[in-house]
């Protein structure tokens, strides 16, 4: 419960597990019937021949002492030989990297070695295809290890190439990182253009610049607290410009006290943390009435329970900064799922947009109805249960427009009423329709543009295209007229989807 | 027989012949790729072989031992088995057999869990597939229909020496229930692929135990922990006067304002001149590359602004980065913004306006005309100053805009100046002339645009009759200066000026 998610911890283990049939784990592993049975053999016979001569010839008993010794040491041999074979812990933190213990003679004994001390990561190969390496080896000072990278998986090799990147910036690759295909990075960028040889650094840069802009304020560092102590800033998540996003955790359950909303806080929760600067030049009039509209907002924000939205937990001033505490959600947001895992199927589609339609009937139902402002891929979540979740709100983006004259948001995703000043309910039916085009073409629609089947997979099915242009109409009037209807006609749309895939498979299935 | 191929990302994809026609050529393959998890080895069938073995060898020695025991029973036999015992070469041979048999148990049990065998589970749009995978064939072990599943359930535990291992659990309607071990050598995303299809295909039948928070990062989330910022600012605050920068090449000797992507600060040189020091808090990266990236795109773009040379362009005499901030070092201009010019003495008369215009104009033909050509794409009342001496100069081009966030598409701008254009991303040279008609309208009305309109003064003093009144009632612009700017904020670029001098001429034609 208290734990913080696996993003935080400073250390990561994997698995190494070679996958050649020559090993000395399985070498010694297969021998271990002869250790084990022969030393408890020899043991069992020295132990009769014992019990035999305690009573006979007491003065022989120090040569069986030996021999049991012996035994006893050969069994203690062979369990720290299979404790050692049979160890694939691979672990590495901003420090060291820990091998297994099975390398320990590569390794000269010392199996915990210090970034500082790699010196070089050779990729090798034995067919003479450098494209396609065999094995990744760590060139250390005095050694050098080989990993299969078979052995490694993608996940664990794409982990370790990042940590050596990160921490052990003056090792060299060779061949460079661009010249091999470890099909290890994600297919967004594969996609992109860039190719299979995209390097790391490239792919990171294209990441960072993403998430992190120049900004007018110095962002929080990991370690920074605000509300006396009790709020804990764990990590930078994204900022740019006038805002910051952070991911941060409860220090104790105490802010309840003097927080603005009673909630339910547990020590060590994580929670997701907003913050916005006004530029200076802003004069007092503005900054006073953004202020009390963005706290009037966080108010109604408040009230929102549903399980499926993440909550405002608080909302508070602090050295001038503007903050807004939000529960963190764990999951996947459909920027990054799209771009890993591709276009998605009208199905998977209709789904996801059953399942906001589904949230967006919640909160333009609430008294006085909540215009989210701010649906986007970037602000859905897909967590481990399957279901989508809405995890930000426009209210902070509001709060920067409304004191400098600017619109903040994601452009492909505002309305043309929004974009003038005067956000309605179906404005977020808008968002709503563009997030369904991201997701069925995998990239982002023109901003105030509405979506035409030209612009969507030509396999779409047509009442899905249909709808996502309703719903994408510039003129708000044509869109359909509340969320609750939306989400009727989805639920119709994929149920009839549901059925047409399930019969044509089973129409299929008797051809072939 | 499905056969498993790798698709051009290395992830490997199911493809199945659907139908198979009478000649053996027209065989059609679907593709099916959802998600497929990887096992590249396993070593618990090896292990279970393993004790296997020893365990029959123990019970070989127990019923040795017992015999050994019921025989001495029986007087004849208990005197062959003395024999045997006392005869040393029956003795070795005995011994050798039994050596002989634990050898070759050993061998086989090292041959038997040899044989690897990878285990997929894939989900396609109708079934389930769980096969082994011996080298690239694919053997499919069970097809699990959507109709017959139960439910699915995602399990972790704790296992010796690999940590926390996660496994899928498949319950069947028959009460069967596949178990398949789920590997830390996942492929990107599929965790979430897997829960997408199945809360698609089969809604409600996922089940997560609960440590579901445990589910492995996405990969921009190791990065994003990897590279985000460790605390290495030396300054967090706004710089107070008297701040030396460049080891005191400027002193900072006041504050002039803030803008969305940085703060403006007055300060003094070394010779005593005065300069205005635009700051942009760059982003904070662990590895150097990135860094040292982020800051030649800064440079970059200083470098094509230091080039330009144009009285009616505020010049940019230097730039630098201290302390993790760009600094651009920009010539002074006493004077007033259009902004607060229209604040302070109220909307201008049309002479002033095309004065200010034609100004513009030449400004604005001269950045279009550079190769390539410069563009403002900020161009507002706020970023126009009007000397003392009367001189109108052009500050803050969008030099930090280069750095922000492109996919996620943050805007921030004036919205009220930006045509649709520049929303969808592509600005031109005509999108500069928007902006210009756009700051002529608040020029003559003093009031900001409204957004993506076609802007039109006699509009508004038409239907402000109080605006009006100021003037005598009758309304200040000519119907020839509303149909330039009209002409200037059209909304598509065809009904606009095609350039600079277009506008020009037409201003031209209008002053007096």
């Known amino acids: 419960m208290s734990e913080l998610p696996p993003v935080l911890k400073d250390q990561v283990t994997c698995r190494y597990v070679t996958g050649g049939l020559i090993s000395a784990r399985n070498f010694i592993l297969a021998l271990s019937p002869i250790w084990l049975v022969w030393s408890l053999v020899v043991m069992a016979n020295a132990l009769g021949c014992l019990l035999g001569l305690i009573s006979a010839t007491p003065a022989d008993n120090p040569q069986y002492v030996t021999v049991i010794g012996f035994c006893l040491a050969l069994i203690g041999l062979s369990f720290f030989a299979l404790r050692v074979c049979g160890d694939y812990k691979l672990s590495f933190d901003s420090q060291s990297i820990k091998f297994p213990s099975h390398l320990l003679l590569e390794l000269k004994g010392r199996l915990r070695r210090s970034w500082s001390e790699l010196k070089q990561v050779d990729f090798v190969t034995d067919d003479g295809n450098v494209e396609h390496p065999r094995t990744v080896s760590f060139v250390f000072k005095d050694c050098a290890v080989p990993l299969a990278i078979k052995g490694l998986g993608q996940d664990t090799l794409r982990q370790l190439v990042l940590a050596i990147s990160a921490h052990a910036p003056a090792a060299r690759f060779v061949p460079e990182l661009s010249q091999v295909d470890l099909a290890i990075l994600p297919q967004s960028i594969s996609a992109a253009g860039v190719g299979l040889h995209a390097t790391y650094t490239q792919l990171w840069e294209s990441e960072l610049s993403e998430r992190f802009g120049s900004t007018s304020f110095v962002p929080m560092v990991p370690g920074d607290r605000l509300r006396d102590g009790k709020i804990k800033i764990v990590g930078q998540l994204a900022f740019g410009g006038l805002s910051a996003v952070y991911l941060a955790e409860l220090a104790d359950s105490s802010l309840a006290g003097n927080c603005t909303f009673a909630a339910s806080q547990v020590a060590g929760q994580a929670v997701v943390l907003k913050e916005a600067v006004l530029p200076v030049s802003v004069g007092d009039d503005a900054r006073f009435k953004a202020l009390s509209m963005f706290e009037r907002e966080a108010q109604l924000l408040a009230a929102v329970k549903h399980e499926r939205i993440a909550s405002v937990l608080d909302f508070f001033q602090e050295r001038g900064r503007s903050y807004l505490v939000l529960d963190h959600i764990e999951g996947t947001d459909l920027r990054h799922f799209v771009r890993d895992s591709g276009k998605q199927s009208a199905l998977v589609v209709t789904r996801w947009l059953c399942d906001i339609a589904e949230l967006l009937q919640y909160l333009h139902g609430l008294n006085p109805p909540l215009i989210h402002r701010d649906i986007a891929p970037d602000n859905i979540v897909l967590t481990p249960s399957g279901r989508l979740c809405l995890i930000d709100f426009g209210a902070a983006n509001t709060y920067i427009g409304t004191a400098t004259g600017t619109v903040v948001g994601k452009q492909s995703y505002i309305a043309p009423e929004q974009f003038r000043g005067k956000a309605t309910l179906a404005s977020d039916l808008y968002s709503l329709g563009c997030t369904a085009a991201f997701a069925l073409c995998g990239s982002d629609p023109l901003a105030l543009m509405q979506v035409s089947a030209a612009d969507l997979p030509a396999s779409t099915d047509s009442r899905l295209v249909d709808l996502v242009a309703r719903l994408t109409d510039q003129d708000a009037g044509v869109r359909p007229h509340s969320a609750a209807a939306l989400y009727e006609e989805l639920q119709n749309l994929r149920e009839s989807l549901l059925q047409e895939s399930r019969a044509a498979l089973a129409k299929g299935s008797g051809h072939a | ?512």
């Open chain 2, 1 to 512: 027989m499905p056969k498993l191929l790798p698709d051009r990302y290395g992830r490997n994809v199911i493809a199945e012949s659907v139908f198979a026609g009478a000649g053996n050529s027209d065989l059609v393959l679907r593709i099916n790729s959802i998600c497929v998890f990887r096992r590249l080895d396993q070593p618990k069938p090896f292990l279970r072989n393993l004790f296997a073995i020893n365990l029959l060898f123990w019970a070989i020695i127990v019923i040795s031992f017992t015999f050994k025991g019921i025989f001495s029973l029986l007087p004849s036999v208990d005197a062959l088995f003395g024999m045997i015992a006392s005869s040393h070469e029956l003795a070795m041979l005995f011994l050798t057999v039994l050596l002989a048999i634990t050898i070759g148990a050993s061998a086989f049990a090292f041959l038997l869990s040899s044989n690897y065998k990878t285990r997929r589970l894939s989900v396609l749009p109708d079934k389930i597939v769980i096969a082994r995978q011996i080298d690239n064939e694919l053997f499919v072990e069970h097809y699990i229909p959507w109709s017959s599943l139960v439910s699915v359930e995602i399990k972790s535990a704790k296992r010796l020496g690999l940590g926390e291992v996660h496994s899928v659990v498949i319950n069947t309607r028959g009460g069967k229930s596949y178990v398949v071990p789920w590997d830390d050598v996942l492929i990107d995303n599929s965790h979430a692929s897997l829960v997408n299809q199945l809360e698609t295909h089969a809604p409600g039948v996922l089940k997560v135990s609960g440590e579901q928070a445990q589910v492995k990062p996405a990969f921009t989330e190791l990065w994003l922990h990897e590279f985000a910022t460790t605390g290495q600012r030396v300054n967090a605050d706004l710089l107070a006067s008297g701040h030396k920068l460049q080891s005191g090449d400027y002193i900072v000797s006041g504050i002039l304002g803030g803008g969305g992507q940085g703060n403006a600060y007055l300060a003094q040189t070394k010779e005593g001149a005065t300069v205005v020091l635009k700051e942009y808090v760059l982003p904070v990266y662990r590895g150097a590359q990135v860094t040292q990236n982020l800051t030649d795109r800064f440079f970059k773009e200083a470098e094509i602004l230091k080039k330009l040379n144009h009285p009616g362009v505020v010049k940019l005499h230097h730039h630098f980065v201290e302390d993790f901030r760009g600094y651009l070092v920009l010539e002074y201009v006493p004077g007033l913004s259009l902004k607060e010019l229209v604040l302070q003495k109220g909307a201008q008369d049309e002479q002033t306006a095309i004065a200010i215009g034609i100004k513009l104009c030449l400004i604005l033909k001269h950045l279009h005309e550079q190769y390539p050509p410069v563009l403002h794409r900020d161009l507002s009342p706020d970023n126009v100053l009007l000397s003392d001496d009367g001189a109108v100069k052009v500050v803050d081009f969008n030099v930090a805009r280069q750095l922000e966030s492109s996919a996620s598409a943050t805007v921030v701008g004036k919205h009220a100046y930006i045509p649709p254009e520049q929303f969808r991303g592509k600005p031109t040279c005509q999108s500069d002339i928007y902006a210009l008609g756009g700051t002529l309208y608040y020029l003559v009305t003093g009031l900001e645009p409204e957004p993506l309109t076609t802007s039109s003064p006699v509009a508004y003093f038409a239907s402000q009759a109080s605006a009006a009144k100021a003037h005598g009632g009758s309304c200040p612009v000519s119907a020839d200066f509303d149909k330039i700017i009209a002409t200037a904020t059209a909304l598509v670029p065809q009904g606009r000026y095609a350039n600079a001098e277009a506008l020009l001429a037409d201003l031209s034609r209008m002053q007096r």
